[in-house]
């Protein structure tokens, strides 16, 4: 018999130790081998945020997120609206493949009649709990944003006709997101979407804090935005605070800029200016380098494969590349159609490669270096004679024709009346021949903002100060014969002053216009019966029928 002190004899304990050893590196090969437990993720779209917005004086909380991640400091959207953006945001597509254009396009379709999908459709199929927090009427779920989402909370849609939208504070989202994370299962991941809105004109004083100063009524309406940008700031600190760093992706973007006057534009929409094509964008979380600036040029459409990439989700097609892996070289391409549709001005689009900016606004056509002239003011003499314009040129053209899901020339159709008025149904690209022969949307945008004012004080209901409006609204129809606008805010008027008779003229001229749908058909069938006009009555009935035939 051996014992542990004869030569050969086993070491007392030895067969145990092997055991160990063997356990702990399969222990080990499995922890190298099985993926990561899922992290959440965290998507802040601030509305209207201009891409200088941040500067320490403004949004200190942001710039402590950039220094724990990665600032891309190229960041464009494709559209200078808030539902192309954030359906380019929550689909990794470009408006010509997803099919939502401007601000009262058709919803998005169904998910068996479109070739891409909704990030909170697929995270929800990954196992994650799912809620969006949406600060503004503008996302109403009637344009199906909501699809995938366990929890959609938002504010109702604006009435017809009404001139602004109901808006949610930022400081009330972050109490909702505060009570919604405190609520939920805590053994599932999360994908979490928080829209702000406050940026959005009208731009409202802000009290301040200790690291944010206060504005005031009186103030600028510069000065005003910029404290709109702080209180998102103070509400993006909170909400920052609820969430694990260490086991949550962030993102935080914005869908469009704001103009503030630049190049004659009040707001955005209008025009495809850096003021309102650049966006802020900052990714952070576990892996994400911190401190890092990105100077390649990034779109909104790359952060739905970056999260699909960092969660392990399926990838899907689309138009995006991974924010931590962009080309050296790239072109960026966006489009407003939004003046076309409103006014039947010339469409707008624009190429960005990171130092170029060309500028197609129909009969006008620019090219700027921003390495030289970040504001875009003067634009370069003899721009087709240059290579950065055959470059950019061409990659306008591939973006024009892209086909997305309805097919090209399909009519949209349109959504209830916002800002006051309807759009033309249009939903795609004109040839460039005939967009060069419309009217120039930067030299008429004064007519767009007389619109605007008679719009809201229509809604606003003073008799004395709608009637101002009269004889200017009649010129803009005499002067821009193809524009179905003045003609409707002037029906508009006229019924609000209590005359049908010209209400109907006014409105039926704007049908002909282009005006054809069924919000322009409710006003004139109520003119038409006030002012007891049978012959008006059974055209505009007429049509009305052959719509709702047409819809079933």
Request: aromatic share 6%; charged share 25%; proline share 10%.
């Amino acid at each position: 018999m051996s014992t542990p002190d004869q030569p050969g004899a086993a070491p007392r304990g030895r067969p145990f130790l092997w055991a160990a050893l063997a356990a702990g590196a399969l222990a080990a090969t499995w922890a190298i081998l099985r993926p990561p437990p899922p992290r959440s993720v965290l998507v802040i779209t601030v509305d209207t945020l201009r891409a200088d917005a941040l500067v320490p004086e403004d949004m200190p909380a942001a710039l402590d997120a950039a220094r724990r991640g990665t600032r891309f400091t190229r960041a464009r959207t494709p559209a200078p609206l808030t539902l192309p953006a954030h359906a380019t945001i929550l689909t990794g597509v470009l408006p010509p493949a997803h099919g939502i254009r401007d601000n009262t396009a058709a919803p998005i379709p169904e998910p068996a009649a479109r070739p891409y999908s909704l990030l909170a459709e697929e995270f929800k199929e990954a196992g994650y709990a799912t809620a969006a927090f949406v600060g503004s009427g503008v996302l109403d779920p009637r344009y199906r944003f909501d699809r995938g989402f366990d929890t959609y909370r938002h504010p109702p849609a604006p009435a017809p006709g009404a001139p602004s939208f109901p808006e949610l504070d930022a400081k009330e989202q972050a109490k909702r997101v505060r009570d919604w994370l405190s609520a939920r299962p805590k053994e599932r991941p999360f994908f979490l979407w928080v829209h702000l809105w406050d940026p959005h004109a009208p731009y409202r004083p802000y009290d301040g804090d200790e690291r944010r100063a206060g504005t005031d009524a009186g103030d600028p309406d510069a000065l005003r935005y910029r404290g709109e940008a702080r209180r998102v700031d103070a509400a993006i600190e909170e909400i920052l605070a609820l969430v694990d760093g260490s086991a949550t992706f962030v993102v935080i973007t914005a869908d469009h800029g704001e103009s503030l006057g630049e190049h004659g534009e009040a707001t955005h929409g209008h025009l495809c200016h850096g003021a309102t094509m650049d966006v802020p964008l900052l990714l952070l979380g576990p892996g994400v380098p911190a401190g890092g600036e990105v100077e390649r040029v990034a779109g909104l459409e790359d952060i739905a494969p970056t999260l699909r990439r960092l969660c392990r989700l399926e990838a899907r097609d689309g138009d995006g590349f991974d924010l931590l892996s962009l080309p050296e070289e790239r072109v960026h391409a966006g489009e407003s159609l939004m003046d076309h549709r409103l006014y039947r001005w010339a469409q707008q689009s624009v190429a960005f490669d990171g130092r170029f900016a060309l500028l197609d606004g129909g009969p006008r056509v620019e090219l700027y270096d921003r390495g030289q002239d970040r504001g875009e003011i003067s634009p370069l003499p003899d721009a087709t004679a240059r290579p950065e314009f055959e470059r950019l040129d061409r990659a306008l053209q591939a973006y024009r024709d892209r086909r997305g899901p309805l097919g090209r020339g399909t009519e949209l159709p349109s959504a209830p009346v916002y800002y006051g008025i309807p759009f033309v149904p249009q939903a795609d690209f004109l040839p460039v021949a005939e967009n060069r022969k419309l009217r120039d949307v930067r030299s008429s945008l004064p007519s767009a903002a007389l619109l605007d004012r008679a719009s809201t004080a229509i809604h606003a209901g003073g008799q004395e100060l709608i009637r101002a409006f009269l004889g200017p609204l009649e010129a803009m129809e005499r002067d821009d014969g193809g524009n179905p606008a003045p003609c409707l805010v002037r029906g508009r008027a006229l019924l609000a002053l209590r005359d049908p008779q010209g209400a109907v003229a006014a409105l039926e001229e704007a049908v002909r216009r282009g005006y054809d749908n069924a919000d322009v058909d409710r006003l004139l069938e109520k003119a038409a019966g006030d002012a007891g006009d049978p012959a008006a009555l059974e055209r505009v009935r007429t049509r009305i029928a052959a719509r709702e035939k047409t819809a079933r």
